[in-house]
C-alpha cells in the first residue's frame, strides 16, 4: 500500500501539516501518504522482502541472537548469516552524521540497494523520477527498469549526497521517488527522507 499512497488531497495539493501552521506535510508527518485501496490492489511492482531479511536486518542493528530468537521464536542457531542495515523496503531513510570538522570536509554519501518485483504486465518498463531534496545530490542507477516477463526482479540503486551548506546543524528533506510505467498507469512512489543526527522532529 505504501507505493501506491496518495501524497497529494482532494485539491491535488500537498498534504499539509495541520500542527504546523498548514505548512506542507514531511515524511515525518505522513509517512508515504493517503491509503489508496484500488491503487493497491494492482500496485504495478512490489517490493519484497521475507522473514530472513527481517532477521538481517536485527543482525544488522546488533541484536543478539537470544534476543532475535525472542523475536523470532526460532531455535535456530546460525542466525547471523547475512547482516545488513538495507532491508528491501519502499522507502528511504538516510540519517546522515554530524563529524564535519568544517565546510572543506567530504560529502556523506549513503546509498540503498533495492529490488523490485513487476507483478503487473509481462513487457514494461518504468522511469524514475525524484523530488529535488534541498542540501543533498540524489541519484537513481539505473533510471529506466525494462521487464520482459511477469515476476521478473530488477535491482537499483538510491545515493544521496550531503551537499548541506552547514553539515553541524539541524536539517530535514523529504521528497519522493516515483517509478511511472512508459505508456501504462502505474506510479509507483516511495518516501525518500534525510536529516542528521541533530533534528529532532517532536
Given at each position: 500500500?505504501?507505493?501506491?499512497?496518495?501524497?497529494?488531497?482532494?485539491?491535488?495539493?500537498?498534504?499539509?501539516?495541520?500542527?504546523?501552521?498548514?505548512?506542507?506535510?514531511?515524511?515525518?508527518?505522513?509517512g508515504a501518504g493517503h491509503v489508496n485501496p484500488n491503487k493497491a490492489l494492482d500496485p504495478g511492482l512490489v517490493?519484497?522482502?521475507?522473514?530472513?531479511?527481517?532477521?538481517?536486518?536485527?543482525?544488522?542493528?546488533?541484536?543478539?541472537?537470544?534476543?532475535i530468537r525472542a523475536i523470532t521464536r526460532s531455535s535456530t542457531t546460525n542466525l547471523c548469516s547475512a547482516p545488513t542495515l538495507d532491508l528491501?523496503?519502499?522507502?528511504?531513510?538516510a540519517l546522515f552524521s554530524v563529524n564535519y570538522s568544517s565546510s572543506s570536509s567530504p560529502n556523506e554519501v549513503l546509498e540503498f540497494t533495492r529490488t523490485v518485483?513487476?507483478?503487473?504486465?509481462?513487457?514494461?518498463s518504468y522511469r524514475a523520477t525524484l523530488t529535488p531534496l534541498e542540501g543533498l545530490f540524489v541519484k537513481v542507477?539505473?533510471?529506466?527498469?525494462?521487464?520482459?516477463s511477469e515476476g521478473q526482479k530488477l535491482q537499483f540503486k538510491l545515493t544521496i549526497e550531503n551537499n548541506h551548506p552547514v553539515k553541524k546543524k539541524p536539517f530535514v528533506s523529504s521528497g519522493y521517488l516515483r517509478w511511472t510505467e512508459d505508456g501504462g498507469d502505474h506510479i509507483v512512489q516511495s518516501p525518500v527522507l534525510a536529516t542528521n543526527k541533530e533534528f529532532k522532529p517532536l
Open positions: 500500500m505504501m507505493t501506491t499512497a496518495d501524497s497529494l488531497d482532494l485539491s491535488n495539493q500537498p498534504i499539509k501539516d495541520a500542527g504546523k501552521s498548514e505548512r506542507t506535510s514531511t515524511a515525518f508527518g505522513i517490493y519484497d522482502a521475507g522473514a530472513i531479511d527481517y532477521v538481517n536486518l536485527l543482525c544488522g542493528m546488533n541484536f543478539t541472537a537470544k534476543q528491501n523496503y519502499p522507502s528511504f531513510i518485483t513487476n507483478v503487473g504486465k509481462g513487457t514494461t542507477v539505473p533510471n529506466k527498469l525494462e521487464f520482459s
